[in-house]
């Protein structure tokens, strides 16, 4: 019987089988790293978007969640080691949320005319506050030191920089929409809302593996 | 057995987590500082930087309507300090502001005022900065060019007021504002160099204008 048939017929029963394996939170790892890595190597540096306060805070929210996936890899049957795991990353989903809440609402603030949209928010913060006073921004300042502005996805190209092609025509785009959108011509999802449904997508893998190893052992009681 | 221990981990767990909701939260609309700004009484002090996307909203939506109305209905002086420590031409601007607010002062120009040599100076750079995104990547004497050609100061009187011990001694003094913008970031306004408004608190207009003047009479 093939993955497909077994998923189609015991869909719980496959799930929990999943989550007994490493591969999924392997998965979780892969996608999570490959966010930060996307943000930095190429919107930070191939488009020259500098990475704002609220950014690196994300980043470092997905780093959170690929580390709990990792804590599961060491003993994936183990379902206390999962639960921990879970617990690790789904703290990783809500920090990451609630991030990409608030740099919603500071695009949009800083785009409205409408003074109702700027009261209710903080401003720009003068130095990054991680979570557990964590000096990130020390350690890797490269990737956690916050030198964007907040509310703004410019690209700011340094003086007598040659651009490829590719990179003129994608930062002409960005640059031309007043930001980055997964369809700028549209305005179609910022880079919050983007952030805010890869969180939203993770916690649900996380959540569906945790509960499916969770289903499996109260039945096995 | 499995089922009793993971129920009562999860309520442990959960009212960890209530904790601090149940403690309660003193301060949130204000926060008084440690250290206050070395300012004369009756002052609402702006911390803000010319690269600050909410202290441009700030001045162009909020400023207008609170600042007529707490100077009249609180009598407090505004005193706008530049953070020189943020932008890339953070200090040139704190100069360039600094000899503007000087000669302002001297001609007895009021630096709300549109024709203020300081209004026109930052408004240019700030309208340079947030509406084009202009970003001087070709060097410093654009970004003065900016500021010199709204005020009418040209970049060489510039360079020789810039050094002068009264224009340093002005911008450094807003150095002093830095410890109370790492708080809770920028814009920030202090009242009588005390009390730092948690801007996420204010919800409106008359909302901030109550809170000031009720922070301007407390000791």
């Excluded at chain 1, 007598?160 to 549209?186: C, F, H, R, T």
């Excluded at chain 2, 609180?74 to 000087?102: D, I, N, V, W």
């Excluded at chain 2, 202090?190 to 809170?211: A, C, D, F, H, W």
Aim: charged share 20%; glycine share 6%; aromatic share 12%.
């Amino acid at each position: 019987m093939s993955w497909t048939e077994r998923f189609r017929s015991s869909p719980l029963e496959t799930v929990s089988r999943w989550s007994d394996m490493r591969w999924p939170w392997v998965l979780i790892i892969a996608l999570s790293c490959s966010l930060v890595l996307v943000a930095h190597y190429v919107f930070q540096v191939w488009l020259h978007m500098k990475p704002c306060e609220q950014c690196v805070y994300i980043r470092f929210a997905f780093l959170v969640i690929a580390l709990g996936a990792l804590i599961a890899c060491i003993a994936p049957r183990n379902l206390w080691v999962k639960l921990a795991a879970a617990a690790v990353s789904l703290c990783g989903c809500v920090y990451g949320a609630m991030c990409s809440l608030r740099l919603n609402r500071i695009h949009q603030a800083v785009r409205s005319d409408s003074l109702d949209d700027l009261f209710g928010i903080q401003g720009c913060s003068t130095e990054p506050h991680y979570p557990f006073g964590l000096p990130l921004e020390k350690w890797a300042p490269d990737w956690f030191m916050p030198t964007g502005d907040c509310g703004y996805d410019l690209a700011v190209v340094p003086d007598g920089m040659k651009l490829s092609a590719m990179q003129e025509w994608l930062i002409g785009l960005y640059n031309s929409s007043d930001g980055w959108y997964l369809v700028p011509s549209l305005k179609f999802m910022n880079m919050a809302q983007c952030c805010l449904l890869a969180f939203i997508v993770a916690a649900l893998m996380v959540l569906v593996l945790a509960c499916a190893a969770l289903r499996a052992r109260f039945r096995s009681c | 057995m499995f089922r009793r221990q993971f129920v009562t981990l999860t309520a442990a767990a959960a009212a960890l987590c209530a904790m601090p909701v149940l403690a309660g939260q003193p301060g949130t609309q204000y926060k008084v500082l440690d250290n206050p700004l070395p300012v004369p009484a009756g002052t609402l002090v702006k911390i803000y930087s010319y690269d600050c996307p909410f202290c441009f909203r700030y001045d162009t939506g909020v400023d207008p309507r609170i600042l007529p109305r707490i100077q009249k209905e609180a009598g407090l002086k505004f005193m706008p300090m530049h953070l020189e420590s943020r932008g890339q031409y953070g200090r040139t601007a704190s100069e360039f502001l600094a000899m503007c607010m000087l000669r302002d002062e001297k001609a007895g120009i009021s630096i709300e005022d549109e024709a203020s040599a300081f209004k026109r100076a930052m408004d240019a750079v700030y309208f340079a900065y947030h509406r084009k995104a202009e970003r001087w990547t070709s060097g410093e004497a654009a970004f003065i060019k900016t500021m010199a050609d709204a005020s009418g100061i040209s970049a060489e009187q510039f360079e020789k007021a810039r050094r002068s011990p009264e224009v340093v001694r002005l911008a450094d003094s807003w150095k002093a504002a830095y410890p109370a913008a790492r708080i809770q970031g920028i814009p920030a306004y202090v009242v009588n160099g005390k009390y730092l408004i948690m801007t996420r608190s204010i919800q409106g207009v008359n909302g901030m204008v109550e809170l000031i003047k009720e922070l301007a009479l407390m000791k």
